[in-house]
């Protein structure tokens, strides 16, 4: 019996340019609960998922002039993990034989108030808006706005997360063949103070380098970091493309990416192999199987000497 | 070591008249914790509580014209189980002992399709409406309107719950000795299709039977039903209005409540106590301690021949 983690990114539960209905999320939950079931019963399998569009959603629609004022990024997290965790569970529970248990849990992680990342916030969030509201925005509520394309947005730190609040109940859990669906957007992000006490900051942690956390901390023999694409290409969007079907961590670090898909998901995994993890895979939600197998997608681990492509 | 099922009542969590903000329902959650704190560890505790203001909130923002068509009730009532979940998960946390672990489970709770109250929806939720209007939106979107007051409302079935989908994986929480928070909002109504899977629904179960049911399956030695007032009244509202102190079910049953607030926590209490539950007690949330003591609230048991009343 192997432990593994399966990141579901937000391109995996929604596909570019659906609407953000229910009906569409429930779909691909579906598609996605069928995917990794196959993995389940044979293994220990913990999921994670994104949250993305769905986070922006509700912050659009908790910064209307409602009767409540805005909600706090950590309360709208701890929402999708309930919308999303709601959804997988469901979808996984209607394809898995009736004697599996799975369940969704809210999970806090805790970061570092002088985690660096909150000099320089990166994750833009949110609406889009003028030069002249994004200013107003700024002084009024403290935000930090940046320019996003022709438009300005609010961004937010993305911290690095330190510890999972509740990883002895998740552990517990596992250990008793259940199915968790764990760590939502990356989990809801807490800050311990001076007392001692937890509280919820405004910042968004990325998903998949709380599945690496994750991984590390439960042990597991695979993280599998899912989304719509088949591999991680080196030269991406260049027509010497290539797709790389395993590489080491280090030579893999040598590489550049995008800061925009893959850099988290390779970064999550190479930090996952380089601190004792056997293997990370990175590639299509549908080929779950083929990656642990080595016959899909990309393989980060040091039990390969030379980078081996995809033709 | 005794195993009690504690109800946060919507009172209980938002005071009459307060904002829906955040810092409102943390210093509520704050209080609650701290009320209930006293009797974890000795024992084995599970909380559940309401959501009829946040998920009435969810359903105004869902139904404004957004990117996304109206989210269906199900889906809004897991977003509270986030939302009350994880605030009353790290507040309690803050007042535990560190080695106290606690856990906020997503709970789905089948209902049957074919529940009378389908055919007589009665629950209120969400916006106002003027008649034109309402009379539009049922041809729209087959909703059930009803008159509340001099406008109109959409109201949804409250179907009685049956099962709960998770109670596995809470029992086996609950046995390691994990503070477990489920079945928010009276749990996810979901209902089992004819090819066995399950789907969420368009309802809303009552909290306090959601709660009476997982006293019986859990096999609780008392259900606390914990609200704003201190106990419950005979002629209520009227000069002669007495607290009751200690009652049996068959007694209870006899008397007549307001189709408000008490009505259905006298219901599920005395449905507990008639199926075998050994003791339910309702009454203030600072009276926690005080009504398992039989020192405050009114407390519904078989172990009792004539009520008993507060002076």
């Given at each position: 019996m192997k432990?593994?983690?399966?990141?579901?990114?937000?391109?995996?539960?929604?596909?570019?340019?659906?609407?953000?209905?229910?009906?569409?999320?429930?779909?691909?939950?579906?598609?996605?609960?069928?995917?990794?079931?196959?993995?389940?019963?044979?293994?220990?399998?913990?999921?994670?998922h994104g949250n993305g569009p769905q986070v922006g959603l509700l912050a659009l629609q908790s910064a209307a002039d409602w009767q409540a004022p805005n909600y706090p990024l950590d309360v709208l997290d701890a929402e999708t993990e309930g919308q999303i965790g709601y959804l997988l569970e469901q979808e996984l529970m209607n394809v898995l034989p009736p004697d599996h248990r799975c369940a969704a849990l809210l999970?806090?992680?805790?970061?570092?108030?002088?985690?660096?990342?909150f000099e320089e916030p990166t994750k833009p969030i949110g609406p889009f808006y003028s030069e002249t509201e994004a200013q107003k925005l700024s002084k009024q509520r403290?935000?930090?706005?940046?320019?996003?394309?022709?438009?300005?947005?609010?961004?937010?730190?993305?911290?690095?997360?330190?510890?999972?609040?509740?990883?002895?109940?998740?552990?517990?859990?596992?250990?008793?063949?259940?199915?968790v669906?764990?760590?939502?957007?990356?989990?809801?992000?807490?800050?311990?103070?001076?007392?001692?006490?937890?509280?919820?900051v405004e910042a968004v942690i990325d998903k998949d380098h709380a599945s690496a956390l994750l991984a590390r901390q439960l042990k597991a023999d695979a993280l599998l970091l899912l989304t719509d694409v088949d591999a991680v290409y080196a030269d991406w969007a260049n027509?010497?493309?290539?797709?790389?079907?395993?590489?080491?961590?280090?030579?893999?670090?040598?590489?550049?990416?995008?800061?925009?898909?893959?850099?988290?998901?390779?970064?999550?995994?190479?930090?996952?192999v380089n601190r004792g993890g056997s293997m990370a895979g990175i590639g299509h939600l549908q080929d779950a199987i083929a990656i642990l197998a080595g016959e899909a997608g990309t393989r980060i681990t040091e039990d390969v000497v030379e980078t081996v492509w995809w033709n």
């Open positions: 432990r593994y983690i399966i990141a579901l990114g937000g391109n995996a539960l929604l596909q570019r340019g659906e609407p953000l209905d229910i009906e569409s999320q429930r779909n691909n939950a579906s598609v996605a609960a069928r995917a990794i079931a196959p993995l389940i019963g044979p293994n220990e399998v913990i999921i994670t999970t806090q992680i805790e970061i570092s108030a002088d985690d660096a990342a403290g935000w930090t706005v940046a320019r996003d394309g022709r438009l300005y947005r609010r961004v937010v730190a993305s911290p690095h997360p330190k510890r999972i609040i509740e990883i002895g109940v998740i552990e517990l859990l596992v250990q008793n063949g259940v199915v669906i764990c760590a939502g957007g990356g989990g809801i992000p807490v800050v311990r103070q001076p007392n001692g006490t937890l509280v919820g027509p010497h493309a290539r797709g790389i079907r395993m590489i080491r961590p280090d030579n893999m670090c040598r590489l550049a990416f995008e800061a925009g898909t893959m850099a988290p998901k390779v970064a999550a995994a190479c930090d996952f």
